[in-house]
């Protein structure tokens, strides 16, 4: 490693303490120090116990929602304790404070949610126990195997594993792209995304930083990935359309490259009994087609649905 100059720049990266997020936060460095040849003490990571992680024995909506994993870090930046934080983008609320802003997204990795105790969702045996606090994967699996009892899963990684193993639970979903992050990419079975449609901003690390501090912005810039964010702001545009919070079960899944995107959304009732979904195609930055994708979704939104979304409210 090369010794940093006194002059060097530095950079505090705040991060909350779990294995994941501190591989989350060690890519970033990584990503950082390559793009502007920096020795790697030159970025010092910021642990925090966020308040997500202090309360396990409810469901996030229950508790504050996603604002739970951001509130330290969004503290500690405001007040300058930090300069840049870091985030998996689908734990991020979809309206953030305008004093921030995500100068980058790191490239996207695998999007699809992994089954851990059965090959398939038809593999899961009738009658199953299922573990997960997540709406979107309740009701999801709930639409394809009513049979299945979902109870309230919460933990990192290795926690919910544990509580797999304990026999708390039959079965239970993880993010692939957290398993992969933290080399257990050996775990579980990864669900086809013609079947199984993922969260909105899966698979992204977030960077954030204070809208006013113009060098840290410009740093990060460095490590943008354009195609990643092209599909992450197209993703949270659909979820600001339709209103929803923590507890409204949507999937959606946005892909493709160059000039063109296309997105498939689907909206479930919390038992998962009732779902629609749609589709839109628009170039990068277009978000005149997703907000219509919105609209018709909302249009259509049973009677069992519609309360968990804007017109519900």
């Known amino acids: 490693m090369n010794e940093a100059s006194p002059n060097a720049p530095r950079l505090r990266l705040g991060t909350r303490n779990s294995p994941l997020a501190m591989a989350q936060a060690v890519e970033t460095r990584a990503r950082l120090c390559a793009a ?8 010092e990571l910021v642990p925090v116990l966020a308040s997500g992680d202090k309360v396990l024995d409810r469901p996030l909506s229950e508790i504050g929602g996603k604002a739970l994993w ?57 009658g199953a126990v299922v573990g997960t606090s997540a709406p979107r994967r309740a009701a999801q699996l709930l639409n394809l195997r ?12 290795a926690t919910r594993l544990a509580k797999l193993e304990a026999g708390e639970a039959d079965v239970t979903f993880l993010a692939a792209a957290g398993l ?10 990864p669900l086809g995304e013609g079947e199984w ?6 698979g992204v690390i977030a960077i954030e930083c204070r809208a006013d501090n113009a060098r840290t912005t410009a740093l990060l810039a460095a490590i943008d990935h354009a195609p990643t964010r092209a599909e992450l702001e197209a993703e949270r545009a659909l979820l600001a359309e339709l209103g929803g919070t923590c507890h409204s079960p949507v999937a959606v899944l946005c892909t493709g490259g160059g000039d063109s995107l296309s997105m498939r959304a689907a909206l479930f009732s919390p038992d998962g ?13 277009d978000h005149a087609p997703v907000k219509a994708l919105a609209a ?18």
């Open 36 to 43: 502007h040849g920096w020795a790697e003490d030159e970025v």
């Open 70 to 126: 951001t509130k330290e870090l969004d503290q500690w930046l405001g007040e300058g304790r930090i300069d840049l934080s870091v985030h998996s983008a689908k734990d991020v609320e979809t309206i953030r404070p305008s004093e921030f802003h995500f100068p980058a997204f790191l490239p996207r990795a695998d999007r699809r949610d992994c089954l851990v105790g059965a090959a398939s969702i038809a593999a899961i045996p009738q």
């Open 146 to 157: 009513p049979d299945c009892k979902v109870v309230t899963f919460r933990g990192n990684v």
């Open 180 to 189: 992969e992050r933290l080399g257990q990419s050996a775990v579980g079975s």
């Open 197 to 202: 449609i993922p969260a909105a901003a899966q």
């Open 273 to 285: 009994a009732e779902r629609i979904e749609g589709t839109a195609s628009f170039a990068p930055g």
């Open 296 to 313: 018709d979704l909302l249009a259509r939104a049973t009677p069992g649905i519609a309360p968990h979304f804007r017109q519900g409210k």
